[in-house]
């Protein structure tokens, strides 16, 4: 892991309270993206990975007490992998530019629904965030079994999320100014430039 920094400390806040907040919205809005884990993404772009787990980890636990649902908890996996995979995205320079960033994303975007969809079909009937399940009603509504209406609105809505996802992150990336991407280890090479 990244030496254990004050900048690093308050970091791993920062990027839990762009989480909970981005997530919020999302909910609220019944929008069928997530955006939860903005701030995952961008701390693996910026420190590395271990340090984007213990975000992730750090969020999952947030959204748990906030909602006062330990549902939440059972999509930490899904949390943990994000945080590994972004990890991996960013050391091969996938926030060079926006094509790679937006095909980083969609490719966490399979994995991610791959993760969640039997946490989702499994433990909750295929009922969890408000945008994904209007999606999973509406494809049952048309005769698709709940199975592949589960994994169908999962993959809709992780594909789209986490595309979205990485294309922030690396607006914010290239938005960084100079003298503070030095600041972070793993920012020039996420970018590229290293």
């Given at each position: ?124 009937g295929g009922v969890t965030a408000s945008g994904v399940t209007l999606v999973t009603t509406a494809l049952t509504a ?53």
């Amino acid at each position: 892991m990244a030496r254990l920094s004050s900048r690093l400390l308050a970091l791993i806040p920062l990027a839990v309270g762009i989480n909970l907040a981005l997530g919020k919205f999302a909910s609220a809005t019944s929008l069928p993206l997530f955006l939860d884990t903005v701030g995952t993404v961008l701390v693996a772009a910026l420190v590395g990975p271990a340090a984007a787990v213990v975000t992730g980890l750090v969020s999952q636990t947030a959204f748990t007490i906030v909602d006062g649902k330990l549902m939440w908890m059972a999509f930490l996996p899904v949390q943990l992998g994000i945080a590994l995979y972004a990890g991996l995205a960013a050391r091969y320079r996938m926030f060079a530019s926006p094509l790679r960033a937006v095909a980083s994303g969609l490719g966490l975007g399979v994995i991610a629904a791959t993760l969640s969809w039997p946490i989702s079909l499994l433990l909750f009937g295929g009922v969890t965030a408000s945008g994904v399940t209007l999606v999973t009603t509406a494809l049952t509504a048309v005769g698709v079994p709940l199975r592949w209406a589960v994994y169908g609105a999962s993959l809709s809505s992780d594909l789209l999320d986490k595309a979205v996802t990485f294309l922030l992150v690396y607006v914010v990336l290239e938005a960084l100014p100079r003298r503070m991407a030095v600041r972070f280890p793993a920012a020039d090479r996420s970018r590229g430039r290293a």
